[in-house]
């Protein structure tokens, strides 16, 4: 089993939707969570990081951790077709930091 | 501001060749990483150095070498490329290891090993 899961898509939605991406996790340790979007053939861009539980909100973006459940999610609010990309979640606890495998997301205009 | 530079952005190898991967990072960081993605799989780290003069192996360093050259610049060498390196390889950089989660990554090199 993985140490994060996150499913790979592709999700595709309309513009103005809300878009929900999500993780899971199964080592306790972690306690820093990050966001990254990856444009095609790009490189990983952070979009936010949160630690501990908790929200955190930048503009359009939100970010959710659920430490409980071994949950994280980001939710993506009047979603635009730039917004199109995968997404990649990753976790730290001490120096150790797991990425997810990404979401490919595509925003439809 | 350029970020992190990789060079080159392409690269075909034929299996037995050598060939040392570019990273320079002008953010002053202290802390420099090599990661792997392949298809299915979230990003493998390599190598990091944490900072100049030291470097020490990741989750995934067979087959691969680092070299610290300064504060900036953070190289990787596959001596004798195999298929299985066939991979995009990426550099980051952050302002110190505990700093991780605030790293940037640079464009990638995509390397076909043949």
């Known amino acids: 089993q993985k140490e994060v899961e996150q499913d790979p898509g592709p999700l595709s939605v309309p513009e103005g939707a809300i878009v929900s991406l999500n993780c899971t996790y199964s080592?306790?340790?972690?306690?820093?969570f990050m966001w990254y979007r990856q444009y095609s053939r790009k490189g990983p861009e952070l979009l936010m990081y949160?630690?501990?539980?908790g929200n955190k909100e930048d503009g359009r973006f939100t970010a959710q951790v659920d430490k409980s459940s071994k949950y994280i999610s980001l939710f993506i609010r009047d979603s635009q077709p730039s917004d199109s990309a995968t997404y990649l979640c990753?976790?730290?606890?001490?120096?150790?930091?797991?990425f997810g495998a990404g979401t490919r997301l595509f925003v439809k205009a | 501001n350029a970020g992190v530079t990789q060079t080159p952005k392409f690269q075909v190898l034929k299996t037995g060749q050598s060939m040392t991967l570019q990273c320079a990072q002008d953010?002053?960081?202290?802390?420099m990483y090599w990661y792997r993605q392949d298809p299915g799989m979230g990003l493998r780290l390599i190598y990091y150095?944490?900072?100049?003069?030291?470097?020490d192996k990741g989750e995934v360093p067979n087959g691969y070498n680092v070299s610290r050259l300064n504060k900036r610049e953070f190289s990787l060498r596959l001596e004798s490329a195999a298929p299985s390196q066939t991979s995009v390889y990426f550099c980051?950089?952050?302002?110190?290891?505990?700093?991780?989660?605030?790293?940037?990554f640079g464009q990638g090199t995509r390397l076909t090993v043949v």
């Open positions: 150095s944490a900072s100049e003069g030291t470097t």
């Open positions: 990753a976790m730290r606890g001490g120096f150790k930091t797991i």
């Open positions: 980051a950089s952050s302002e110190a290891l505990d700093r991780v989660q605030r790293a940037f």
């Open positions: 953010m002053n960081h202290n802390s």
């Open positions: 080592n306790s340790a972690f306690q820093y």
């Open positions: 949160t630690y501990s539980s």
